[in-house]
C-alpha cells in the first residue's frame, strides 16, 4: 500500500536475482500503480528482463519479493501462478502472435485464456469472444485488418495486435520489454501511445522497458533507471534531466565505484515506493 492507500499493481521489494556468481538484479525496489504507464531505462545488461521475467514468476528471487496484483509471484505454486498469469499480459520486442493466424485468431487466444489452443485453431470459439477480439482490434485502430494473416502485417501493426490480445485477455497488468526495439520511429510512437493509452483508459498498470530515452519521456508517467541491476532514478518523466541520462549511460571510470553514488527519488516516487 502506498501513501495514497493504493496497492501497486506490480511491486517488486528489495529483490535481488543472481545468475550463478553474477547479480542481475540487485535489490529492487519499485512499483507501478493501476493507471500507471512506467518505463524502465536502463543500458544493455542493466537487468531489465531479469525484472520481467521476476513479476512473471519465470525467475524467483533469491531475496525480497514480487508482487503482482498483491499476489506473492515469487512464492506461488505452478497453478496459482497461471491464475495470475492470466491477469498479466505480455509484449515483448518480437514472436509475440502466431504467424500463420489471423490477426483476430490470435487477439481470440488471449479471450480464451481458458480454452486449449486447439478450440482458436479449430476456430470454434463464441460469438462474444469474436465480438470482443474485433472491438479489441478497433481499439488499437486494427480491426480491417482482423482477417489478414499475422505475419502479413507490419511489425508495428502486429506489436498492436499484440496489444488487442492483452486487451481481450481482460488483464489488468501489462509487462512490455522493449516493445518497439525493432520498428521505425514512428510505429514505435504509435506503440507507445497505445500503451499509455491502454494505462489511462482502461486502468492498466503498464511497464515498458525502453532504450530510447526521448520517447520514454515523452510517453510515460514515470521513468525508473537501472544500471548494474540497482535502481538509480525513479522520477516524474517530466523532473527528468540530462544528468539522470548520464547517470544510467556514462562507462564508470576506473577509479569510480561499481555502482554509481547518485541515487535520485522524487518525493512523489518515494511514496509510490512498496513498503
Ligand atoms: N539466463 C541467464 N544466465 C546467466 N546470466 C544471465 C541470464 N540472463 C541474463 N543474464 C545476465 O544478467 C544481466 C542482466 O541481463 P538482462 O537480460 O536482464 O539485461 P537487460 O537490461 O534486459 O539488457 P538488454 O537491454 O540487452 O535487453 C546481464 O549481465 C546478463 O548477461
Ligand atoms: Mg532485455
Redesign the pocket.
Known sequence: MDAAGIEPAIALRMASVR??A?T??DSVSLAVRPGEFVVLL??????????F?CLSGLVRPESGEARVLGQRVDRLGARALREVRRSIGLVFQQHNLIGRLRAIDNVLTGCLAEAPLWRVLARRFARKDRQLALACLDRVGLLEKAWQRADSLSGGQQQRVAIARVLAQRGRVLLA??PVASLDPESARQVLELLASVARQEGMAVLC?L?QVGLAREFADRLIG?RQ?RVVFDLPAGDFREADEATLYLRPSADEPTHPLSVRFAPVCDQLSPT
Open positions: 545468475y550463478g553474477a542481475a538484479v536502463g543500458p544493455s545488461g542493466a537487468g531489465k528482463s531479469t525484472v521475467r520489454d522493449e522497458s532504450h537501472l541491476g
